[in-house]
């Protein structure tokens, strides 16, 4: 994402993703208030979503530097990964690409268990995971509901004559709406509504037997009614 464009929330992320602490990262970004002050207001603005979203871009650029070389060490040397907080933001990263569990142990060169293992024991590692999950799920979702819905983007189209030779053109692409797409939105946000229903084979099979149960025991009465009329 670029730079935030105020440029004290800017200076604020940047600090924090260093180290800072929320106080000293918001008098670093230029605030003149109380040290009190200057911790509440820290930790407001630590939660606003494109605050947080450009720490962690930051925080990642760092620290997914050192989550690479040491589990590239680790790949070279032959010796398993150890766990270290800089990995949270590897892990998170491959979570967004939708990779598993068992994937993402691979990647990191653990087992399966080491990973179940470390989420167990680091709340940050889970969290990071549960994160990248939550981001990528985010991200299809919203290219679901463009896909039902239709959408359009500008393009360009490239191509030579003879006459005036390499020619660009502008066009705007036109993608209609898609109706399994708009079916498998709605099924997911209202259920009740839209979700497709089988038919209910338990009943069907129960509806039939109960039938034919009828029907043997209305013979048999018939036949029980037949041999009392003989016997009169």
């Not at 967004?96 to 399966?112: F, K, P, Q, R, S």
């Not at 994160?131 to 030579?160: C, N, P, S, T």
């Not at 497709?196 to 025991?217: I, L």
Request: aromatic share 6%; glycine share 8%.
């Amino acid at each position: 994402m670029p730079a935030l464009k105020n440029g004290r929330h800017e200076k604020f992320a940047a600090s924090i993703a260093k180290g800072l602490n929320g106080a000293n990262a918001y008098l670093a970004a230029g605030y003149a208030v109380a040290r009190d002050a200057a911790s509440r207001n820290a930790y407001r603005l630590r939660n606003r979503q494109d605050v947080r979203e450009r720490i962690d871009e930051l925080a990642g650029k760092r620290h997914g530097r050192i989550a690479v070389q040491q589990v590239t060490n680790g790949i070279g040397t032959g010796r398993p990964t150890l766990y270290r907080p800089e990995l949270c933001e590897m892990a998170r990263r491959l979570a967004m690409l939708g990779l598993t569990d068992a994937e993402i142990a691979d990647a990191l060169n653990i087992a399966v268990i080491t990973l179940s293992r470390w989420k167990q024991n680091y709340p940050e590692f889970r969290q990071a995971i549960a994160r990248g999950g939550a981001q990528a799920d985010a991200k299809v979702a919203d290219r679901l509901y463009f896909r039902a819905i239709g959408y359009e983007h500008k393009a360009e189209k490239i191509f030579h004559t003879a006459d005036t030779g390499l020619v660009r053109a502008s066009y705007v692409e036109h993608y209609p709406p898609d109706t399994k797409a708009a079916l498998a939105w709605l099924s997911r946000r209202q259920p009740e509504k839209w979700r497709e229903r089988q038919p209910d084979r338990a009943d069907d099979a129960g509806g039939k037997s109960s039938g034919r149960a009828r029907a043997g025991r209305a013979g048999q009465a018939a036949v029980r009614r037949g041999k009392a009329d003989n016997r009169a």
